[in-house]
């Protein structure tokens, strides 16, 4: 047996001239979720439950996009979904339309280990979440200044926001709503930002 | 969107993902994150987790192809990881994060940048963002 690995990840998709603190901030949130989960394993506590410990802490920082910090949704609201799987017995849960869970990965988890179901949805999570007692919280409480000001930032052109696959040129005059040929879903790409 | 993979000691692997989903998105829109062997996959080999474009993750199932180019083709983790990041994702751009049952680590990504870090039993570590 070659002993245990672990690797997290924050998203793909990063603005090239994101600042280097921010930079700083993200690595040392890895370096510490890593470490946690290192130190987990160190206690043989087992592969599904110790990537459960270490999402749940990446969804209570609002740094990356997950739980609180999560993305906004054409209404300015928080919309968050999540998965597990144990690749013992290929075991899963997910759940997704999850407004007030404060960690949804834990509910993913719970869909795999308490319900007869692999995903739950919008007002049927919301109600097997009650039914479990998991901890809940208003949508406020996922929603950051940083989000709304992008949300308001994304509305007001448009268009595309940070997104580095906009050719440079297109990118000053975003605001006039110029189309990027970039199309995702049949939709011009220009109405999303990259996750 | 935030994801881990895990062996642990015995050989078992899981992965999670969890996700806010994109900026601006249609409310009820569903993503990758939550769909299993899209986003999320783990199997006696290997555990992924995906993040990036979630419609080009979806329609590539880009986390059970690791698995299932690993399976049906024999290859090694980073070759599987490297494979369904250049042949699946067609103009999709999307990273992904992945454990072997013995103990390897690997990413992959084709876009700007991914937030990762990973760490194996013989002390290996590693956290980065840039290529």
């Known amino acids: 047996m070659g002993g245990w690995a672990i690797a997290v990840h924050g998203g793909a998709g990063v603005d090239p001239n994101l600042p280097t603190d921010r930079q700083e901030q993200a690595k040392q949130l890895l370096t510490r979720v890593l470490n946690l989960g290192i130190a987990a394993l160190c206690s043989s506590v087992s592969a599904v439950d110790v990537v459960e410990l270490v999402v749940r802490e990446l969804e209570s920082d609002p740094l990356f996009n997950s739980g609180r910090g999560s993305a906004l949704t054409e209404n300015g609201t928080v919309e968050m979904e999540a998965s597990i799987m144990d690749g013992v017995g290929r075991r899963c849960g997910a759940v997704s339309g999850l407004t007030t869970v404060k960690n949804p990965v834990s509910l993913a988890r719970l869909v795999m280990d308490k319900s007869p179901h692999s995903y739950l949805a919008f007002s049927g999570a919301q109600k097997f979440a009650k039914e479990m007692g998991v901890e809940m919280v208003e949508n406020e409480y996922f929603v950051t200044q940083d989000n709304v000001e992008m949300l308001k930032i994304a509305k007001e052109a448009d268009s595309i926001v940070f997104d580095y696959r906009i050719p440079r040129a297109g990118y000053e005059t975003c605001g006039t709503g110029v189309q990027s040929p970039i199309q995702m879903n049949g939709l011009p790409i220009s109405i999303y930002a990259p996750e | ?131």
């Open chain 2, 1 to 131: 969107t935030v994801g881990c993979v895990v062996v642990d000691s015995q050989g078992r692997c899981a992965a999670a993902t969890s996700t806010g989903g994109l900026l601006n998105k249609r409310a009820g829109r569903i993503g990758d994150s939550p769909l299993i062997g899209a986003g999320t996959y783990a199997c006696e080999l290997c555990a992924v987790s995906c993040t990036g474009e979630g419609e080009a993750i979806i329609r590539s199932t880009l986390a059970r192809e690791v698995g299932a180019v690993m399976e049906y083709k024999g290859l090694g983790l980073q070759d599987a990881v490297n494979f369904v990041i250049k042949e699946r994702l067609d103009e999709g751009k999307a990273g992904l994060i992945a454990v072997s049952k013995t103990g390897e680590v690997a990413y992959g990504f084709n876009c700007v940048g991914m937030f990762r870090g990973c760490a194996t039993q013989n002390g290996f570590m590693e956290v980065g963002i840039w290529d």
